[in-house]
């Protein structure tokens, strides 16, 4: 129980995500919970595993917006001039858009795109 933390510490995705051509839906749905963890035989692992590779999406997505909205920033010490552009809130309105980080790692998961390793249960198979 001590290695909590280092249990799932190999997770990777198999290929890098393109969160924008995802096949995830952009609305919550209801999923057999049951037939998720078959893989693991363990709700909590399973949620563990969707839940960090939502946490690598939801980076990977920040840093991406991030770069794109850095080249529209404007570095002005004028605080009362703000400036409105086009580009940028469409940008904004995309990302807003695209299915959430959670709901595309559990697509992934679904779709056997993930790899994961727990170091506990691997550590008796040597």
Not at 2 to 30: E, F, G, H, M, Q
């Given at each position: 129980?001590?290695?909590?933390?280092?249990?799932?510490?190999?997770?990777?995705?198999?290929?890098?995500?393109?969160?924008?051509?995802?096949?995830?839906?952009?609305?919550?749905?209801?999923?057999?919970?049951?037939?998720?963890?078959?893989?693991?035989?363990?709700?909590?692992?399973?949620?563990?595993?969707?839940?960090?590779?939502?946490?690598?999406?939801?980076?990977?997505?920040?840093?991406?917006?991030?770069?794109?909205?850095?080249?529209?920033?404007?570095?002005?010490?004028?605080?009362?001039?703000?400036?409105?552009?086009?580009?940028?809130?469409?940008i904004s309105r995309f990302y807003e858009k695209l299915p959430k980080p959670?709901?595309?790692?559990?697509?992934?998961?679904?779709?056997?795109?993930?790899?994961?390793?727990?170091?506990?249960?691997?550590?008796?198979?040597?």
């Amino acid at each position: 129980m001590d290695n909590k933390k280092t249990s799932l510490a190999a997770l990777n995705a198999i290929a890098n995500v393109d969160y924008k051509r995802t096949n995830a839906p952009a609305n919550t749905i209801t999923r057999d919970m049951m037939k998720l963890s078959s893989d693991t035989k363990n709700i909590y692992e399973t949620t563990m595993i969707i839940a960090k590779r939502a946490n690598q999406i939801s980076k990977e997505m920040k840093e991406d917006l991030e770069k794109k909205l850095q080249e529209f920033a404007s570095y002005s010490d004028n605080l009362e001039e703000v400036f409105e552009n086009r580009e940028q809130i469409e940008i904004s309105r995309f990302y807003e858009k695209l299915p959430k980080p959670v709901l595309i790692a559990t697509q992934e998961y679904e779709d056997g795109k993930v790899y994961f390793k727990n170091p506990a249960k691997d550590k008796g198979s040597f």
